[in-house]
């Protein structure tokens, strides 16, 4: 149980396109996701919390206009890298909790990536 | 400082040695901890919890010390498939956002 799927595993795009990245929750209904960015070499940083049925919460230095997140279902939050430029080529990886996991757990269960790299 | 910091190695042992990872964190708030692994191009995995009173899972054995904001993980018998990174997660402080801070990680690299 608890799988994460992510679709597309991998995607090349050029410079100024827009990608949509999908976090799907297979078994479980997710009220809150969570959006990664994770460099060569460097840990995950958290880019924005994804709510269902609200906005999203960007952490400080993410551009909410750049990066657009939905959130429509409890099994289903997108992103979508606005305008994209080569500096943007990084792996996404996207989390999720169970809703009806305990409010005190802060167990997330992870996507696989999305590897993104602009020409 | 960053809130998560742990020495980002490589680590390089022999097979069946003992490895120890240490990990400080500065929120004093923070509720819940965890030891992730990561492979190369993967997503990070569940390695285990860490509990206040410390908790061992087979080979592995994660320490909490919440006076120090201190938190260890020492691997027993190191085997070839430990390799990998091991990520350092603390919860970002007491609000109930589940939102997660990761450290760095640790890269270890065990040698036949």
């Known amino acids: 149980g608890a799988v994460v799927s992510q679709h597309p595993s991998w995607v090349i795009c050029k410079s100024g396109t827009s990608v949509k990245i999908e976090c799907r929750s297979l078994?479980?209904?997710?009220?809150?996701m969570f959006w990664y960015r994770q460099f060569p070499k460097q840990s995950l940083m958290l880019m924005a919390t994804?709510?269902?049925?609200?906005?999203?919460?960007?952490e400080q230095g993410v551009e909410k206009d750049k990066f657009l997140i939905n959130h429509a279902s409890l099994t289903l939050s997108t992103l979508t890298v606005t305008s994209a430029h080569p500096e943007d080529s990084s792996f996404y990886i996207c989390?999720?909790?169970?809703?009806?996991?305990?409010?005190?757990?802060?167990?997330?269960?992870f996507g696989p990536g999305t590897r993104l790299t602009v020409t | 400082r960053k809130e998560v910091e742990q020495d980002p190695g490589p680590f390089n042992v022999p097979e069946g040695a003992t490895v120890a990872f240490n990990c400080t964190y500065s929120?004093?708030?923070?509720?819940?901890f965890f030891w992730y692994r990561q492979d190369c191009r993967k997503e990070p995995k569940l390695l285990m919890s860490v509990y206040s009173s410390g908790n061992e899972d087979g080979r592995f054995t994660a320490q909490l010390n919440r006076a120090s904001q201190y938190i260890s993980l020492l691997i027993r018998d190191s085997k070839l498939s430990d390799s990998a990174t091991y990520l350092c997660?603390?919860?970002?402080?007491?609000?109930?956002?589940?939102?997660?801070?990761f450290g760095q990680g640790t890269t270890l690299q065990v040698k036949p």
């Open positions: 078994d479980f209904q997710a009220t809150t």
């Open positions: 994804s709510n269902e049925g609200s906005k999203a919460t960007y």
């Open positions: 989390s999720a909790r169970d809703a009806l996991g305990r409010a005190s757990s802060y167990e997330q269960y």
């Open positions: 997660v603390v919860n970002g402080g007491s609000s109930n956002t589940g939102k997660l801070i």
């Open positions: 929120n004093s708030a923070s509720q819940s």
